[in-house]
T-cell receptor, first 114, second 109 residues
Framework: DVKVTQSSRYLVKRTGEKVFLECVQD?????MFWYRQDPGLGLRLIYF???????EKGDIPEGYSVSREKKERFSLILESASTNQTSMYLC?????????????FGPGTRLTVL | GQNIDQPTEMTATEGAIVQINCTYQ??????LFWYQQHAGEAPTFLSY??LDGLEEKGRFSSFLSRSKGYSYLLLKELQMKDSASYLC??????????WGAGTKLIIKP
Protein backbone atom coordinates (compact mmCIF):
# COMPACT_ATOMS: atom_id res chain seq x y z
CA ASP A 1 0.00 0.00 0.00
CA VAL A 2 1.19 3.46 -0.86
CA LYS A 3 1.69 5.47 2.25
CA VAL A 4 2.14 9.20 2.55
CA THR A 5 2.55 10.51 6.07
CA GLN A 6 2.61 14.05 7.41
CA SER A 7 4.30 15.06 10.62
CA SER A 8 1.28 16.57 12.36
CA ARG A 9 -2.51 16.38 11.99
CA TYR A 10 -3.06 19.64 13.85
CA LEU A 11 -0.72 22.54 14.47
CA VAL A 12 -1.19 25.91 16.17
CA LYS A 13 1.44 28.59 15.65
CA ARG A 14 1.78 32.30 16.31
CA THR A 15 2.17 35.02 13.72
CA GLY A 16 5.79 35.45 12.71
CA GLU A 17 6.90 31.96 13.71
CA LYS A 18 8.81 29.74 11.29
CA VAL A 19 6.80 26.60 10.60
CA PHE A 20 7.98 23.29 9.18
CA LEU A 21 5.58 20.74 7.70
CA GLU A 22 7.10 17.38 6.89
CA CYS A 23 5.90 14.80 4.39
CA VAL A 24 7.29 11.32 3.83
CA GLN A 25 6.31 8.74 1.21
CA ASP A 26 7.42 5.14 1.13
CA UNK A 27 6.70 4.26 -2.51
CA UNK A 28 9.88 5.56 -4.13
CA UNK A 29 7.81 8.12 -6.02
CA UNK A 30 9.62 10.68 -8.13
CA UNK A 31 7.12 13.47 -7.67
CA MET A 32 5.91 15.20 -4.55
CA PHE A 33 3.46 18.06 -4.13
CA TRP A 34 2.26 20.49 -1.49
CA TYR A 35 -1.29 21.84 -1.68
CA ARG A 36 -3.47 23.94 0.52
CA GLN A 37 -7.19 23.39 0.74
CA ASP A 38 -9.62 26.10 1.82
CA PRO A 39 -13.44 25.97 1.95
CA GLY A 40 -15.05 26.80 -1.39
CA LEU A 41 -11.75 26.65 -3.25
CA GLY A 42 -10.13 23.78 -5.08
CA LEU A 43 -6.83 22.35 -4.05
CA ARG A 44 -4.18 24.96 -4.81
CA LEU A 45 -0.66 23.93 -5.63
CA ILE A 46 2.04 25.63 -3.58
CA TYR A 47 5.19 23.84 -4.73
CA PHE A 48 6.14 20.58 -6.33
CA UNK A 49 9.27 18.56 -6.91
CA UNK A 50 10.16 16.11 -9.67
CA UNK A 51 13.45 14.99 -8.19
CA UNK A 52 15.73 15.30 -5.22
CA UNK A 53 16.93 18.87 -4.68
CA UNK A 54 14.61 20.03 -7.43
CA UNK A 55 11.63 22.32 -6.82
CA GLU A 56 9.13 24.21 -8.92
CA LYS A 57 6.70 26.93 -7.91
CA GLY A 58 3.03 26.16 -8.13
CA ASP A 59 0.18 28.63 -8.26
CA ILE A 60 0.58 30.21 -4.82
CA PRO A 61 4.23 29.99 -3.68
CA GLU A 62 4.40 33.38 -1.95
CA GLY A 63 5.26 33.07 1.73
CA TYR A 64 6.38 29.45 1.38
CA SER A 65 9.55 27.56 0.57
CA VAL A 66 10.32 23.86 0.24
CA SER A 67 13.17 21.44 0.67
CA ARG A 68 13.74 18.01 -0.81
CA GLU A 69 17.07 16.61 0.34
CA LYS A 70 15.98 12.98 0.11
CA LYS A 71 13.67 11.31 -2.39
CA GLU A 72 11.14 10.23 0.20
CA ARG A 73 10.88 13.51 2.10
CA PHE A 74 9.42 16.85 1.05
CA SER A 75 9.23 19.70 3.54
CA LEU A 76 7.12 22.83 3.37
CA ILE A 77 8.40 25.87 5.24
CA LEU A 78 6.46 28.94 6.23
CA GLU A 79 9.22 31.48 6.77
CA SER A 80 7.10 33.85 8.87
CA ALA A 81 3.62 32.51 9.49
CA SER A 82 0.68 34.84 8.94
CA THR A 83 -3.00 34.44 9.77
CA ASN A 84 -3.91 34.09 6.08
CA GLN A 85 -1.87 30.89 6.02
CA THR A 86 -4.35 29.22 8.32
CA SER A 87 -5.47 26.28 6.19
CA MET A 88 -5.42 22.55 5.58
CA TYR A 89 -2.12 21.51 4.01
CA LEU A 90 -2.03 18.35 1.94
CA CYS A 91 1.04 16.56 0.68
CA UNK A 92 0.85 14.17 -2.28
CA UNK A 93 3.18 11.97 -4.29
CA UNK A 94 3.04 10.24 -7.65
CA UNK A 95 5.24 7.93 -9.65
CA UNK A 96 5.20 10.02 -12.85
CA UNK A 97 3.51 13.10 -14.20
CA UNK A 98 2.14 12.18 -17.60
CA UNK A 99 -1.08 10.38 -18.27
CA UNK A 100 -2.49 8.04 -15.71
CA UNK A 101 -0.49 8.92 -12.65
CA UNK A 102 -2.74 9.26 -9.69
CA UNK A 103 -1.56 11.32 -6.80
CA UNK A 104 -1.57 9.70 -3.36
CA PHE A 105 -2.33 12.06 -0.53
CA GLY A 106 -1.26 12.26 3.07
CA PRO A 107 -3.86 12.80 5.85
CA GLY A 108 -3.30 16.54 5.90
CA THR A 109 -2.12 19.05 8.50
CA ARG A 110 -4.64 21.56 9.75
CA LEU A 111 -2.58 24.65 10.58
CA THR A 112 -3.96 27.52 12.63
CA VAL A 113 -1.94 30.73 12.85
CA LEU A 114 -2.95 33.01 15.70
CA GLY B 1 -7.82 31.27 -17.56
CA GLN B 2 -8.28 27.71 -16.42
CA ASN B 3 -11.53 26.77 -14.76
CA ILE B 4 -13.22 23.71 -13.34
CA ASP B 5 -16.89 23.97 -12.37
CA GLN B 6 -18.87 21.54 -10.27
CA PRO B 7 -21.92 21.99 -8.05
CA THR B 8 -21.16 22.97 -4.48
CA GLU B 9 -23.54 20.55 -2.81
CA MET B 10 -25.98 17.79 -3.72
CA THR B 11 -28.39 15.69 -1.70
CA ALA B 12 -29.57 12.19 -2.55
CA THR B 13 -31.38 9.29 -0.90
CA GLU B 14 -29.83 6.02 0.19
CA GLY B 15 -30.26 3.39 -2.53
CA ALA B 16 -30.77 5.96 -5.28
CA ILE B 17 -28.53 7.13 -8.14
CA VAL B 18 -26.79 10.50 -8.32
CA GLN B 19 -24.82 12.19 -11.09
CA ILE B 20 -22.18 14.80 -10.26
CA ASN B 21 -21.23 17.01 -13.19
CA CYS B 22 -17.93 18.69 -13.93
CA THR B 23 -17.24 21.16 -16.74
CA TYR B 24 -13.79 22.41 -17.53
CA GLN B 25 -11.87 24.96 -19.55
CA UNK B 26 -8.15 24.30 -19.47
CA UNK B 27 -5.08 24.94 -21.57
CA UNK B 28 -4.77 21.49 -23.04
CA UNK B 29 -6.09 18.20 -21.76
CA UNK B 30 -4.23 15.11 -20.61
CA UNK B 31 -6.90 13.36 -18.63
CA LEU B 32 -9.56 13.91 -15.99
CA PHE B 33 -9.52 12.51 -12.47
CA TRP B 34 -12.22 12.04 -9.85
CA TYR B 35 -11.29 11.81 -6.19
CA GLN B 36 -13.38 11.14 -3.09
CA GLN B 37 -12.69 13.00 0.14
CA HIS B 38 -14.41 12.19 3.40
CA ALA B 39 -14.56 15.02 5.92
CA GLY B 40 -11.22 15.50 7.64
CA GLU B 41 -9.50 12.90 5.50
CA ALA B 42 -7.20 12.80 2.48
CA PRO B 43 -8.59 12.64 -1.07
CA THR B 44 -8.52 9.14 -2.55
CA PHE B 45 -8.49 8.27 -6.24
CA LEU B 46 -11.72 7.07 -7.85
CA SER B 47 -11.32 7.21 -11.63
CA TYR B 48 -9.37 8.47 -14.61
CA UNK B 49 -10.71 9.28 -18.10
CA UNK B 50 -8.62 10.35 -21.06
CA LEU B 51 -10.79 9.10 -23.94
CA ASP B 52 -14.45 9.90 -24.57
CA GLY B 53 -16.94 7.51 -23.11
CA LEU B 54 -17.96 5.75 -19.96
CA GLU B 55 -15.64 3.96 -17.53
CA GLU B 56 -17.41 1.68 -15.08
CA LYS B 57 -15.99 0.52 -11.79
CA GLY B 58 -18.49 -1.24 -9.58
CA ARG B 59 -21.10 1.18 -8.27
CA PHE B 60 -19.16 4.15 -9.66
CA SER B 61 -18.93 5.20 -13.32
CA SER B 62 -17.27 8.20 -14.91
CA PHE B 63 -18.05 9.72 -18.28
CA LEU B 64 -16.02 12.09 -20.43
CA SER B 65 -16.80 14.24 -23.47
CA ARG B 66 -13.67 16.11 -24.52
CA SER B 67 -15.45 18.12 -27.23
CA LYS B 68 -17.89 19.47 -24.65
CA GLY B 69 -15.37 19.88 -21.83
CA TYR B 70 -17.65 17.80 -19.65
CA SER B 71 -17.49 14.87 -17.30
CA TYR B 72 -19.79 13.28 -14.79
CA LEU B 73 -19.42 10.83 -11.95
CA LEU B 74 -22.35 8.45 -11.53
CA LEU B 75 -22.90 6.76 -8.20
CA LYS B 76 -25.44 3.92 -8.05
CA GLU B 77 -27.08 2.16 -5.10
CA LEU B 78 -26.04 4.95 -2.80
CA GLN B 79 -24.85 4.04 0.67
CA MET B 80 -24.49 6.28 3.71
CA LYS B 81 -20.70 5.88 3.48
CA ASP B 82 -20.82 7.65 0.09
CA SER B 83 -21.42 10.92 1.94
CA ALA B 84 -18.25 12.82 1.04
CA SER B 85 -16.89 15.51 -1.22
CA TYR B 86 -16.12 14.54 -4.81
CA LEU B 87 -13.28 16.40 -6.49
CA CYS B 88 -12.86 16.76 -10.24
CA UNK B 89 -9.36 17.50 -11.53
CA UNK B 90 -8.04 18.00 -15.08
CA UNK B 91 -4.46 17.46 -16.16
CA UNK B 92 -3.52 20.34 -18.46
CA UNK B 93 -0.95 20.58 -21.25
CA UNK B 94 1.86 21.00 -18.71
CA UNK B 95 0.72 17.85 -16.89
CA UNK B 96 -0.40 19.94 -13.94
CA UNK B 97 -3.62 19.03 -12.14
CA UNK B 98 -6.24 21.77 -12.05
CA TRP B 99 -8.76 21.10 -9.29
CA GLY B 100 -12.42 21.95 -8.93
CA ALA B 101 -13.70 23.14 -5.56
CA GLY B 102 -15.47 19.83 -4.98
CA THR B 103 -19.08 18.72 -4.63
CA LYS B 104 -20.30 17.84 -1.16
CA LEU B 105 -22.69 14.90 -1.43
CA ILE B 106 -25.15 14.38 1.40
CA ILE B 107 -26.93 11.03 1.60
CA LYS B 108 -30.21 10.85 3.49
CA PRO B 109 -31.78 7.63 4.74
Amino acid sequence: DVKVTQSSRYLVKRTGEKVFLECVQDMDHENMFWYRQDPGLGLRLIYFSYDVKMKEKGDIPEGYSVSREKKERFSLILESASTNQTSMYLCASSFGTEGYNEQFFGPGTRLTVL
Amino acid sequence: GQNIDQPTEMTATEGAIVQINCTYQTSGFNGLFWYQQHAGEAPTFLSYNVLDGLEEKGRFSSFLSRSKGYSYLLLKELQMKDSASYLCAVMDSNYQLIWGAGTKLIIKP
